[in-house]
T-cell receptor, first 113, second 112 residues
């Protein structure tokens, strides 16, 4: 079963608006990562947040982590058409001794010009 | 640096055929992994390696073999292709499983 589950499955917004995607997971983790995948391409790493961190920023990206709720959110501010992509969260469960990442099913973000 | 390279980009096989998907990285990463991605789904881990000579199974290893004779290369072998193996395959590498993963461009495989 998938460790991480993204919500919503699809999101359509206008350029300039903010986009928020959520990820929930089931077991204790060491860290959580977010990746972007443009259509037909490989995944690209966006940001990593450790289990002892609550918030992290990178440019227009803001990630939060709530380990008590086993959830994370990715906020993209002032979205652009180029942000159109699928976004995935990935977790490394403590129970696997951090040996592997488990990806969620992703959120398809469409930013309309 | 080329990063992570995968060959071929596209492949069509008939049921029962075997083939090897190639993956190479030039970043001296110890950790390498293979994922498959099916339509509308996330990535599922097939096999991974924490260093040359060491491999282990992931979530969906059946029907696939791997070996890691060098740090740079991590080929994935399909022993007897089945239509259920139709998918896009991604190879990734990193300094470790908890670190940022660098992905290759993928191999789109169709099994008829």
């Amino acid at each position: 079963s998938q460790q991480g589950e993204e919500d919503p499955q699809a999101l359509s917004i206008q350029e300039g608006e903010n986009a928020t995607m959520n990820c929930s997971y089931k077991t204790s983790i060491n860290n959580l990562q977010w990746y972007r995948q443009n259509s037909g391409r490989g995944l690209v790493h966006l940001i990593l947040i450790r289990s002892n961190e609550r918030e992290k920023h990178s440019g227009r990206l803001r990630v939060t982590l709530d380990t008590s709720k086993k959830s994370s959110s990715l906020l993209i501010t002032a979205s652009r058409a180029a942000d159109t992509a699928s976004y995935f969260c990935a977790t490394d469960a403590v129970e696997t001794s951090g040996s592997r990442l488990t990806f969620g099913e992703g959120t398809q973000l469409t930013v309309n010009p | 640096n080329a990063g992570v390279t995968q060959t071929p980009k596209f492949q069509v096989l008939k049921t029962g055929q075997s083939m090897t998907l190639q993956c190479a990285q030039d970043m001296n990463h110890e950790y390498m992994s293979w994922y498959r991605q099916d339509p509308g789904m996330g990535l599922r881990l097939i096999h991974y390696s924490v260093g040359a000579g060491i491999t282990d199974q992931g979530e969906v290893p059946n029907g696939y073999n791997v070996s890691r004779s060098t740090t740079e290369d991590f080929p994935l072998r399909l022993l007897s292709a089945a239509p259920s193996q139709t998918s896009v395959y991604f190879c990734a590498s990193s300094y470790g499983p908890l670190a940022e993963q660098f992905f290759g461009p993928g191999t789109r495989l169709t099994v008829l």
